[in-house]
């Protein structure tokens, strides 16, 4: 890092795009142009998922307690944590709309305590909205956050920070009480006021039913291409999760493998010798100065 850190992105300003807002989304739906969601856990990667143009939404997901935090699982994540990181996130984030997750147990108690942990990612965090896990027993907590202005959006199929009771990270609604389960939460969700819902784990032929019946745009993380939206892990996007790999995930690059591969190029040029080059990598004193130094050096010994 230079010892004079730069301002902005040292690759150049953002690309530029007006920025998104719920109604962009539902117009994107409208036009059945699919709709783009990242993750990201901190400034670089919210530059990251700003660098695109396509990009619409960013998500500060409650999977940087795995893939950041080195957690088991989503449940241990605080609301603490997850407000450090959605801020880092604004500092990065451009045009996409900036959607946080509540972590576990941040809305379970109480809707008051909802309201106050939710007003908390959005003054603190930087947050634009936030996401929510959960069905038709949550649909009184997104009518009252969206009553006080803050835009939910929902989450139905697999939830993880239910995996334990869901007796792991199962595909959900592959029965027909199951289907219809997911539907019915989808559709209480949105008459509670939620803006999109995250459709995960189901049959493909269930998110498009969804989206069909739904008249807000579904974001697909497993669930077919027949959703409004789809979203991925930046960690999985880019390879370097090393963790188990979904079947819904596809790398688009392998950075795992550079990243390592750079790691250990360093290492071997510190204990060969190499690194840093004398010449191009070090400072230097100018020689009468040094001499200089020198002599008052011995002098006072």
């Not at 020689?287 to 130094?293: C, G, H, R, V, Y």
Request: hydrophobic share 40%; net charge neutral; proline share 6%.
């Amino acid at each position: 890092m230079s010892v004079r850190p730069q301002a902005q992105d040292p690759v150049g300003p953002p690309v530029p795009r007006k920025k998104v807002t719920i109604q962009t989304l539902h117009a994107l739906r409208q036009s059945k142009t699919p709709i783009t969601m990242i993750t990201a856990y901190d400034y670089p990667t919210a530059l990251a998922c700003s660098s695109s143009t396509l990009t619409d939404i960013t998500l500060v997901g409650d999977s940087l307690a795995q893939v950041c935090l080195g957690y088991p699982s989503t449940t241990k994540l605080t609301i603490d944590e997850m407000i450090h990181h959605s801020r880092a996130v604004s500092r990065g984030n451009t045009h996409p709309l900036l959607v946080a997750d509540m972590p576990f147990g941040s809305y379970h108690v109480s809707v008051e305590d909802a309201i106050r942990n939710a007003v908390r990612m959005v003054r603190e965090g930087g947050a634009e909205a936030v996401k929510l896990e959960g069905g038709k027993e949550i649909s009184d907590i997104v009518r009252r956050l969206t009553e006080v202005g803050i835009p939910v959006m929902a989450h139905v199929g697999l939830l993880p920070q239910r995996h334990a009771a869901l007796s792991g990270y199962r595909v959900q609604g592959r029965s027909v009480d199951g289907a219809q389960k997911v539907l019915s939460d989808a559709l209480a969700l949105q008459r509670a006021g939620a803006f999109s819902v995250v459709v995960e784990a189901v049959p493909q032929e269930l998110g498009r039913y969804a989206t069909e019946r739904l008249s807000i745009p579904t974001i697909g993380i497993g669930a077919g291409p027949g959703t409004s939206g789809q979203v991925l892990v930046l960690d999985d996007i880019m390879g370097t999760w090393s963790g188990h790999k979904a079947k819904f995930v596809r790398r688009f690059a392998n950075l795992k493998e550079v990243r390592d591969n750079g790691v250990q190029k360093y290492a071997e040029g510190v204990r060969d010798g190499s690194f840093p080059d004398p010449a191009t990598e070090s400072y230097s004193m100018d020689p009468e100065l040094w001499e200089k130094f020198l002599e008052k050096e011995s002098k006072a010994e």
